[in-house]
C-alpha cells in the first residue's frame, strides 16, 4: 500500500475509503466520454477532512479530483491521471436559508433543486436553473458555473454567489466575499472559482443570493416553418423591451424525438418551435403575451399556442425537459455540445449546423436557451462504429469553428474539461491561456488540483472512442 | 532625462509625453486624500501607445498608474511611487452599439453616462450608475467595479462586463469573454480584471451588456422618526416580493445639509428618508407602490410623498444626488466611505455609526444606498486639525471594524485603493491576501502595474493627513 493512501486514513474512516476495484469503476466516469480509473475514492465529509487529503496529496504530489453526483457533461471529475477521487456527495447536507439578508449557506452535497424547494417556502428563489437541477449538486453547479433556462434574465450561478469557503491546493482554508450583496474587497476570487472546474481547489461552503419570487408566469410556444425564422424572431423580442424569464428552441428533429418518446401533442410538421416563459406580475404578463403575440404574427409564425392551465403549460416544458432524454433513445451514443454565439447570430449559427449535418452526415440535433444564443448542438451516434466517430469528431471541431468565426465561444455552460481543452487557443490565443496558467501555477505549483481540465496536454486532440 | 523617458518618445508624440510640473501636479491627486508627484504622464491614445509603454515600463521596472477622469474615492490612480501615468481620458471616444445583441462596445475614455444616453436612443439601458457616471469614464469604473442605487436590483458594473481587450503588465494584449451573454470557456478573466483597481493590466476595450429600458418608474419617498424603524422598513419591502430598482437612504444630518445648500422640501424633522424607485410596467407599478405603502404604514412611516409627476419625482432624485456637495460645504474635508453589510444589518449598523459618532466626537453623515447594505457614512473634517484627523482615523477604523464584526465587508463600491489596503486582512485572512498576491505576482513579476495599491506595504498604516 502507497505510504500516502496509509496517512490518509489517519484523519478519515475506513469505509470512506474506497479502495476495491468495483468501487473505484463507478467513480470512473461521469456523463461525458471517457473512463479513467482512480487509485482511491475518498468520501469527505468535513472541512477538516478536506485539508487533511489536501495537505498529503500536495505531499506526495497526488492528484484530487472533486466530484459531486458526476453528472458533468464536459469531464470535470474525472480521474484522467489517476489518485484521489474526492466524493463530495455524502457530505452532510445543510441548507441554511437567512430570509431577512436574501441568502443562503449551502454545503457542497445539496442538490441544486432542493435550494430553490427551500426558498420558495419564503416566496423566494435560487434563480439558476440547470436542467440537471434536481440529481447535480450545487458543488458541481459551482465548479462548472451552471446555467439553465432561466439564464436568460437572471444570468448563471456565478451571478448568484457572494461569498465561498475553499481549501487551496495546498490545503489552506480561505473566505472569499461574503454575506453582502456589494463587496470590492480586492480581487474578486469568488467569480475566478466559480466556474474554474475544480481546478483552484475545493468549495466547501457556499453563500448564495436568493430573489423574490415572481408572483406569476405565463407560457408561450410558437411554431414557425423556417428555422431561420424562429432566430429571427427571438431576436425581435429581445430588442421590443421585454426580457423572458425563459426563451427555449427546439428543431425538427428534437420535436419529433420527444413525440415518439412521450407524445406531448408538439407540431411534429414545423421546422422549430420557440417556447416562451414570461414571468412577473399577472397583468403585466398579459400585456406582454399581447405584446408577443404581434410580434411572432407579424413575422410569420405558423402557430401560437398560449396556455390558460398552468397543467398544460406544465405539459410545455416537460416536452423540453424530454428532448435529451428523448434523442438519447435514438442512438447508443449523445455527443452534448453547448457552443454559444451572439444573439443576433442565431439565425446563422443554425444554417451552419445544417450545413455540419449535411457535410459529414451526421445526425444532429438543435435545441437549447436560445434567447442568450446558447443552443445545444447533439449529435447521435453509435460509439463502438469508429468511422461514424471519426466524422462525429470532425463535425464537433466544425460546430466550435462555426461557434468562434461567428463571435461565439466554445461553451455557453458546460465547461472546458477534457474534450475541449485542445481547443482553448483557438479562441483565446496563446497568451490568453498563458495568463490562465499563471494563475493555476501560482495557486497550484504541484499541479494536483484535478489535472488534465481546461488546459490541453501536450498533443491532445478530441476524441470521442476509447482508443 | 531619463533613458525610459528618451525611449517612450519614440512611439508617442511629444505633446502627450507632460513633465511639466505644473501638467505632473495637476495628475498628483483624485478624489481621495494623498498627493504623490508623478516622473511623466503619457496621455495614451490607441492599444499600440499602451503596448509601447508597458513593454519599456517593464523593461525599466519603471510603475504605471492607469487613470481616466480622476475622480476614485479610494486613491486608484494616485502615482504613489512616482513613475508614469497613463492618462486614457484623451483616446477617441467610441461608442459602438450592436443593437440585436444587446451589447456596446467602448473605449476606456468614454463617460459613463453617455453610453446610457446612446443606449436609450434603442429603448435599451446601460444598467449601472453610479453617481459620478456624468464625469468618471467607464475605464475607471471597470478598474474599480463601480456600483450606484440601480445596483439593488442590477447588479454592479461587473454584472455588465461581457468581455474586455487588455494590455497586460508584460504589454501583451489579450482578449477576455466575447461577444456572448453566456461564457465558461476557462478562468473568468474579465470578472477578475473588472475591479483589480489598475493593478492587472490596462484595459483598452470593454463589451458591455445592454437590457431592454424598462417602460415606467414610480418614487416614493417615506420619512421616519428613528432611524432604526427606516432600517426595518427597507428589510420588509425587500422581503415583500418587491425588488425595487433603488433604495436609498439619507439621515437627518445629509436632510438638513441638502435643504440647506439647495432647498428641496425635504421634511427636515424626519430622523431618516427611504427614497424607492420602482420600475417596469405602469399597471404593475401601480399595484407595488400600494403595497410599498401598506408596509410603510404599518411599520410606522411619518409620511408617504408619491410624486404625480416625472418634475417631482426627479427633484426628489436631485435632492438625493445633492447629499455629497451639500455636505463637503460643512466643512473643508470630506472622508467617504463605503463600508457594506448584510442587509438585515442595516439597522445595527446604523446603532454603531451613532456609537462612534459619539465617541469619536466627530461629524458623521450617513446615506447611500441601503436596499443592498451599501452605506456611505461620511465624516465632516478640516484636513489642518491634525488633532481632529487623528479622531477621524479611529472613527474610520471603527467604522471598518463594525461592518466587518457585523458580517460585512471593507468596501461595497469605492475599492480599496491605498486607504484600505492596511485593513484587508482583518476581512480576508493571511491567507486570502496571500491568494490574490499571488495572482498578482504571476501577471506582474515586476510589480509595474499600480504598486501601492490593494496590497497594504510593511507597516502602513491609515494616514488621512498628509504628514
Known amino acids: 500500500m502507497n505510504e500516502w493512501l496509509q496517512i490518509l486514513n489517519n484523519h478519515i474512516p475506513d469505509q470512506r475509503i474506497l479502495t476495491d476495484l468495483a468501487d473505484r469503476y463507478s467513480y470512473s466516469f461521469d456523463a461525458s466520454f471517457g473512463e479513467h480509473l482512480p487509485d482511491v475514492v475518498v468520501q469527505a465529509k468535513s472541512k477538516e477532512e478536506v485539508v487533511h487529503v489536501m495537505h498529503i496529496a500536495n505531499r506526495y504530489k497526488v492528484p484530487v479530483y472533486p466530484r459531486g453526483q458526476g453528472t458533468c457533461l464536459s469531464g470535470g471529475p474525472l480521474p484522467v491521471h489517476g489518485g484521489i477521487v474526492l466524493d463530495l456527495s455524502q457530505w452532510p447536507k445543510k441548507i441554511d436559508l437567512n430570509v431577512e439578508d436574501l441568502t443562503v449557506n449551502v454545503s457542497p452535497s445539496v442538490l441544486t433543486a432542493n435550494i430553490n424547494k427551500e426558498a420558495e417556502k419564503y416566496r423566494l428563489m435560487y434563480a439558476p436553473d440547470p436542467s440537471s437541477a ?129 407524445p406531448a401533442g408538439l407540431p411534429v410538421d414545423a421546422a422549430a418551435i420557440v417556447i416562451i416563459e414570461l414571468d412577473g406580475h399577472p397583468q403585466t404578463l398579459e400585456i406582454e403575451t399581447e405584446l408577443v403575440r404581434e410580434i411572432m404574427s407579424k ?53 451552419r449546423l445544417k450545413e455540419i449535418k449535411e457535410t459529414y452526415n451526421v445526425e444532429l440535433v438543435v435545441f437549447g436557451h436560445a434567447g442568450d444564443g446558447n443552443l445545444h448542438p447533439n449529435i447521435l451516434c453509435d460509439q463502438r462504429d469508429k468511422e461514424e466517430m471519426r466524422r462525429v469528431e470532425q463535425a464537433v471541431e466544425a460546430i466550435f469553428e462555426a461557434a468562434i468565426d461567428l463571435g461565439g465561444t466554445l461553451s455557453g455552460e458546460h465547461g472546458i474539461g477534457t474534450m475541449k481543452a485542445p481547443f482553448m487557443e483557438n479562441e483565446l490565443g496563446t497568451v490568453g491561456v498563458e495568463m490562465m496558467k499563471r494563475i493555476k501555477d501560482s495557486w497550484d505549483p504541484n499541479h494536483i488540483m484535478n489535472p488534465g481540465k481546461i488546459f490541453a496536454e501536450r498533443g491532445q486532440k478530441l476524441v470521442l472512442t476509447d482508443d
Chains 1, 2 share one sequence.
Open 299 to 351: 413575422i410569420g409564425a405558423t402557430q401560437i399556442v398560449i396556455p390558460n392551465t398552468k397543467e398544460e403549460a406544465n405539459k410545455i416544458w416537460q416536452s423540453r425537459k424530454q428532448v435529451s432524454p428523448a434523442i438519447a433513445k435514438i442512438k447508443p451514443t449523445k455527443v452534448s455540445e453547448d457552443a454559444t454565439v451572439p444573439r443576433s447570430k442565431i439565425p446563422d449559427m443554425m444554417d
Open 134 to 262: 434536481h440529481v447535480a449538486t450545487i458543488g458541481g453547479n459551482l465548479a462548472e458555473n451552471s446555467g439553465g433556462p432561466r439564464g436568460l434574465k437572471y444570468g448563471v450561478t456565478k451571478d448568484h454567489v457572494l461569498g465561498l469557503e475553499l481549501v487551496t491546493p495546498e490545503g489552506e482554508v480561505i473566505r472569499t466575499g461574503g454575506q453582502t450583496i456589494k463587496n470590492v474587497t480586492g480581487y474578486d476570487l469568488t467569480k475566478l472559482i466559480v466556474g474554474s472546474e475544480g481546478t483552484l481547489g475545493v468549495i466547501t461552503e457556499a453563500t448564495l443570493k436568493l430573489l423574490p419570487k415572481p408572483r406569476a408566469a405565463q407560457t408561450i410556444m410558437i411554431s414557425f416553418d423556417e428555422v431561420r425564422t424562429a432566430g429571427l424572431a427571438i431576436s425581435q423580442v429581445l430588442t421590443s423591451g421585454i426580457l423572458p424569464s425563459k426563451m427555449e428552441i427546439m428543431d425538427n428533429a428534437s420535436i419529433r424525438a420527444v413525440e415518439s418518446f412521450q
